[in-house]
């Protein structure tokens, strides 16, 4: 087995609780031995284009490029020991958390259905859908433990308004 990548995505600044978010991600991946990788800068390919739609991209190319690689946003934070086999591990918010173990034929035919439906890579949203057809009617069975992490949900504030 290839050993597992915890990848992250963290554009542009970084409030203190999304970097207490992605700490205890780093310290996670650490413990358990994990290779660990969070990309702050924009590829030129997506230059200009907000954050969030470029982050979804870059997602759903990451997935399908590399078996074992558990992809966690920016907003979840690690409670507890989570360990990553062959199995598939998720969270309600498929694409927050997200491991395919050795399932990349999952994330290829994500990316290939997110290629021919949203070719102009405009919209976001779109990739907790498509995971949950590929994933199947049954994909609650790979749910983690719901004590094993804290999703802050930052995606729906108000990033304008402050956040104490």
Same mark, same amino acid.
């Given at each position: 087995?290839?050993?597992?990548?915890?990848?992250?995505?963290?554009?542009?600044?970084?409030?203190?609780?999304?970097?207490?978010?992605? @700490?205890?991600?780093?310290?996670?991946?650490?413990?358990?031995?994990?290779?660990?990788?969070?990309?702050?800068?924009?590829?030129?390919?997506?230059?200009?284009?907000?954050?969030?739609?470029?982050?979804?991209? +870059?997602?759903?190319?990451?997935?399908?490029?590399?078996?074992?690689?558990?992809?966690? @946003?920016?907003?979840?934070?690690?409670?507890?020991?989570?360990?990553?086999?062959?199995?598939?591990?998720?969270?309600?918010?498929?694409?927050?958390?997200?491991?395919? /173990?050795?399932?990349?034929?999952?994330?290829?035919?994500?990316?290939?259905?997110?290629?021919?439906?949203?070719?102009?890579? @405009?919209?976001?949203?779109?990739?907790?859908?498509?995971?949950?057809?590929?994933? /199947?009617?049954?994909?609650?069975?790979?749910?983690?433990?719901?004590?094993?992490?804290?999703?802050? /949900?930052?995606?729906?504030? @108000?990033?304008?308004?402050? +956040?104490?």
């Amino acid at each position: 087995m290839l050993k597992p990548l915890v990848y992250q995505i963290a554009f542009g600044e970084i409030p203190e609780e999304i970097q207490k978010c992605l @700490d205890s991600v780093k310290a996670w991946a650490d413990k358990m031995g994990y290779d660990y990788q969070c990309d702050t800068e924009v590829p030129s390919k997506y230059e200009g284009r907000p954050y969030r739609i470029t982050s979804e991209w +870059i997602r759903i190319e990451k997935l399908a490029e590399r078996p074992y690689l558990c992809y966690v @946003d920016w907003d979840i934070m690690i409670l507890k020991d989570i360990v990553l086999e062959e199995n598939i591990l998720t969270i309600n918010t498929i694409d927050t958390f997200l491991y395919l /173990g050795n399932n990349i034929e999952i994330a290829q035919k994500v990316l290939e259905r997110a290629n021919n439906t949203y070719s102009n890579r @405009d919209k976001t949203g779109f990739g907790h859908h498509i995971y949950k057809r590929f994933l /199947g009617q049954e994909y609650e069975k790979f749910l983690l433990n719901i004590n094993s992490y804290k999703h802050l /949900g930052w995606h729906r504030r @108000d990033r304008d308004k402050d +956040i104490d």
